[in-house]
């Protein structure tokens, strides 16, 4: 039988797991047991964090042409998720330095983002310095002042509910250059703690989460403190456009966090479903528990399939990345808030219980998880971003733009995507998104391969696209006074764009992998079928009802990758010593 090619992040994440070892053996220090003993302390994972550095896990924030190991973001993706599969406090508060970097990847010189990347791939901690106590994510209102002073910029200033503000040896800073302020009053500073006097900063105390409680969430105060002019990232100015550019980046690879939750909880529920006996029955045979299962499975195979798309357009379409970011930041923490809800009812009492004996870690992915939708952009935010894109959407779907290239970079797993450009990338979509606009050339090529099932409810899709299309037109853009209708129809098109994805995925690879461990999921379409079904649900405003059948197809795959230590994904990944 061929077997498909090797999808080369998996195997990059395969090395780690085997590194780390098995995360159910609590003598190891990056285990279940061991993470839930800090959490319950509210205690930093400060050992993990430096077993992570010794494994070269801080290159995977860096691009290599910074002296990281990025050569693509999707190995950015799973390392994060793999993190976050184990915990999500150490997958927050080690990948937060991703974060505070980002901006020099994005507006650095070349000279001031290698000497950044070198000091990260060695362990710098960089925290990104920009919500305040009186603003919060309203950046234009900050009041952190950084004024021309010598040979540089003198910063006083609060920043607060900044992740690593403590622990951090940089502080990536958004700061206020202009006294009037506006678009281009805000610029970027690289303010080297370890550089500056004690009396020049004071570092704010921890506050305390219901989620990922040993994470330092914490602030920095500054008291004209001394920045050298070489610190400023980007020209005077252009501090908010390099945040907003960046924030491209990191709401997309948030995916990765609710996929490493999402994993857990199935994980989870799942081997409770397959121990525990009810009614002469284990409680996966249960039908309402195994439709739970299934729906949660085809969940985060959609999720997982988004993911690879959308971190592969990093590089293939960053002129699209302002709607791609948007939609997954939205999509990814809403569905797995919803899949962890739902897989809570398959654990009944079990969902509450602490530690790590039997179901213990699943109400701490719980809690840990919610902040996932908070942070980098809240849900409102990023739908209100997409409202804002409506225009430019609608034109772009009437005109049947479409990047041909840059999609099929995107969705074509068997190379890897060309180098990042952050030139291409843009404030604004001006043509729209090519995966939805690209839906009726999709559905036509379906008819000749694809099941029946799957080409109807393709047929559906696109239905349902040109309406909302309709409607979108309908709207205004409106800096207040955002009608909530619009927020529905921003909600219904991440829907669709997702839906998208994953037609588009499973159309250009399932030649490639018809052969190897997870084939039977890519023959006759399944996995992609029950996506497909579960989002069309989701758009009717109902769930799938009618599609009992193929929910029950899926069973076998999930078990199968459960018992054979294997990642919940349509492509085939080995979890190096997972208890099985």
């Given amino acids: 039988m061929r077997r498909p090619p090797t999808y080369a992040p998996y195997a990059l ?173 805000f610029s970027l500073l690289l303010v080297d703690k370890t550089r500056l006097p004690g009396d020049a900063y004071r570092c704010l105390p921890a506050v305390r989460t219901d989620g990922i409680r040993g994470a330092d969430i914490s602030g920095i105060a500054f008291d004209g403190a001394c920045v050298p002019a070489d610190a400023m990232i980007g020209a005077p100015g252009a501090g908010l456009e390099i945040v907003l550019k960046g924030l491209q980046l990191t709401r997309t690879l948030c995916a990765a966090l609710s996929l490493g939750a999402a994993d857990r909880a199935l994980r989870t529920a799942l081997g409770f479903a397959l121990r525990h006996r009810l009614y002469g029955r284990t409680v996966a045979e249960l039908p309402h528990a195994a439709r739970t299962l299934t729906e949660a499975y085809a969940d ?46 398959v654990l009944g009492a079990r969902a509450f219980l602490t530690g790590t004996d039997g179901c213990g870690v699943f109400q701490k992915v719980q809690r840990d998880h919610r902040i996932v939708g908070i942070f980098d952009g809240s849900t409102l935010v990023n739908l209100n971003s997409l409202i804002n894109q409506f225009p430019a959407l609608v034109r772009g779907h009437r005109r049947g733009l479409v990047d041909d ?84 129809l921003a909600h219904r098109y991440a829907l669709c764009f997702v839906a998208a994805a994953c037609a588009h995925l499973w159309l250009r690879n399932h030649e490639a992998m018809a052969g190897g461990e997870t084939a039977g999921l890519w023959r006759e379409a399944l996995w992609l079928d029950a996506c497909l079904a579960r989002l069309l649900g989701r758009l009717r405003g109902g769930d799938a009802g009618e599609d009992e059948e193929v929910f029950e197809h899926l069973m076998p795959h999930l078990v199968e990758q459960y018992r054979g230590g294997r990642l919940f994904s349509p492509l085939p990944c080995r979890l190096a010593e997972e208890a099985r």
């Fill in 13 to 185: 994440t395969e090395r780690l797991e085997r590194r780390f070892g098995d995360p159910n053996d609590a003598s190891r220090a990056f285990s279940l047991a061991r993470c839930a003993e800090l959490d319950e302390r509210e205690e930093f994972p400060a050992g993990v964090c430096r077993d992570l550095d010794d494994a070269g896990v801080p290159g995977y924030y860096v691009p290599a042409r910074h002296g990281g190991s990025v050569h693509t973001y999707e190995d950015t993706l799973q390392v994060v998720r793999l993190l976050a599969r184990r915990d999500l406090t150490v997958a927050i508060a080690h990948g937060k330095t991703f974060l505070g970097a980002v901006s020099a990847w994005v507006g650095a010189e070349p000279a001031q983002a290698r000497a950044l990347g070198e000091a990260v791939a060695a362990g710098q901690v960089v925290a990104w310095g920009l919500t305040e106590r009186a603003h919060g994510g309203d950046l234009l209102a900050g009041e952190v002042a950084a004024e021309p002073s010598g040979a540089g910029y003198r910063v006083t200033g609060e920043k607060w509910l900044i992740n690593n503000a403590t622990r951090a040896h940089v502080i990536c800073l958004l700061a206020r250059t202009d006294p009037e302020g506006g678009a281009r009053g």
């Fill in 405 to 488: 290239a840059g999609l099929a970079g995107a969705v074509t797993l068997t190379g890897p995507p060309p180098p990042f450009d952050p030139a291409g990338l843009r404030l604004a979509a001006r043509g729209g998104s090519s995966l939805v606009q690209s839906l009726p050339a999709l559905t036509h090529t379906a008819e000749g391969v694809a099941p029946p099932s799957v080409v109807r409810r393709l047929k559906e899709l696109q239905e349902i696209v040109t309406g909302l299309h309709d409607a979108m037109a309908g709207q205004r853009p409106s800096a207040r006074d955002v009608p909530v209708e619009a927020f529905d």
């Fill in 300 to 345: 985060l195979l959609t999720l997982e399939v988004t993911g690879l798309v959308t971190a592969r357009g990093i590089h293939t379409l960053p002129g699209e990345l302002s709607v791609t970011s948007a939609v997954v930041k939205y999509a990814a923490p809403t569905i797995v808030d919803d899949l962890i809800t739902r897989l809570g009812q």
